[in-house]
């Protein structure tokens, strides 16, 4: 019961929330469909595949300059070699470009979950939430007339609210070539720290759909 009052709550800001924009900010969201293969380095048998799709509203001021961003969104993780959802998520993130270089964002998301991060290789099934906060450096490293390339440096730090402790910290490097106006491809380094459990290092490669 608990379980599913937290649920019932993340449904219930995500209606919210997606209503106060539809009725305040009157633009048509962006969205967002990124494809991702990871590749763990260190056990090379945890490979995933993951699908997200998110929607971006933006809330601007009277002289369209912007205040925050919105983003719902749903995310599913493939256990490649084990054949199965290994993780999902369902939850949304506000943030704001504090700078044209700076981005800072927060989330909450209910977690459907089947892996053990406490020992490698043993699975459990957990359904519960969790906040995510999040630091974006960015920067365009090089453009031309057909080719531009953006660098990123991210940190994500989660916090599980049934354990009552920050759980990951999470530090990326990421490469990304957006292809015309619709199109970006990506590839990253990622080192995925467990609070007091293992630690991985991963290559991540992306694509991401924009409509």
């Not at 763990?40 to 369209?64: M, W």
């Not at 906060?133 to 990123?152: A, E, I, M, Q, V």
Request: charged share 30%.
């Amino acid at each position: 019961m608990y379980k599913a009052r937290k649920l019932i709550l993340v449904a219930v800001f995500l209606l919210l929330s997606a209503a106060t924009a539809s009725a305040g900010w009157g633009r048509r969201p962006q969205i967002c469909l990124m494809q991702t293969y990871r590749y763990d380095l260190r056990q090379h048998n945890h490979q995933l595949y993951i699908d997200r799709l998110a929607s971006v509203f933006v809330y601007k001021d009277k002289n369209n300059k912007e205040l925050f961003k919105f983003e719902p969104f749903f995310e599913a993780r493939r256990n490649i070699h084990k054949g199965f959802w290994e993780r999902k998520e369902l939850g949304a993130e506000i943030g704001k470009n504090i700078f044209r270089w700076l981005y800072i964002g927060e989330g909450i998301q209910g977690c459907w979950m089947k892996e053990d991060y406490r020992y490698y290789g043993d699975y459990e099934k957990r359904d519960y939430a969790e906040s995510e906060t999040r630091l974006l450096l960015s920067h365009d490293l090089f453009s031309c007339k057909c080719l531009k390339l953006k660098g990123f440096i991210l940190n994500e730090y989660a916090y599980d609210f049934d354990r009552g402790a920050g759980t990951r910290n999470e530090v990326a490097i990421d490469f990304i070539i957006p292809i015309g106006k619709y199109i970006e491809t990506g590839m990253n380094w990622r080192h995925i720290d467990r609070i007091h459990y293992y630690d991985s290092d991963t290559f991540e490669a992306s694509l991401n759909l924009i409509f």
